[in-house]
């Protein structure tokens, strides 16, 4: 199925000591939790509470994740990690993620993670909930129009 909406947006960060190993690149691992934080900040651009959305019963569980390592980064680099939700008329969010260099913009990894949405009892639903359509609607629409004015 098609993607039918894109949303995106740009998280910055730097390279923290303890994301590093013994000779100061990132940690692998590291790239998927970027991944995830730059999710949240889509999210919460979006103004969605995920607490709030999970205390009504909903759980977001992510069946799929990726990481492809290019270059290193470095303790005390600026990264910017990028993230698009391709979303689809059923209840699940396709993310696809780019960490850059915040200076050179080399393309230093990429990524993806699929998330369905659940019930608290686990059962898949097969449409998004009302509320947090509208939500990721509002946002798609506001990005769509700022990137008008723009061109």
Request: net charge positive; proline share 2%.
């Amino acid at each position: 199925m098609h993607s039918t909406v894109e949303i995106m947006v740009s998280h910055r960060l730097r390279v923290r000591y303890a994301e590093t190993d013994q000779m100061g690149v990132v940690y692998h691992a590291n790239y998927i939790i970027w991944f995830h934080e730059a999710r949240d900040a889509l999210l919460r651009e979006a103004g969605i509470n995920l607490a709030a959305i999970e205390s009504e019963g909903y759980r977001f569980p992510i069946i799929d994740a990726s990481c492809r390592y290019l270059h290193s980064a470095r303790y005390g680099d600026e990264v910017v990690v990028r993230a698009r939700l391709l979303r689809e008329k059923v209840a699940r969010m396709r993310f696809r993620f780019e960490v850059r260099h915040a200076r050179s913009l080399l393309l230093l990894a990429t990524g993806a993670s699929v998330s369905v949405m659940t019930n608290a009892s686990g059962k898949l639903l097969l449409r998004t909930p009302p509320n947090l359509d509208r939500l990721l609607k509002e946002l798609a629409a506001k990005q769509h129009n700022k990137n008008e004015l723009e061109v």
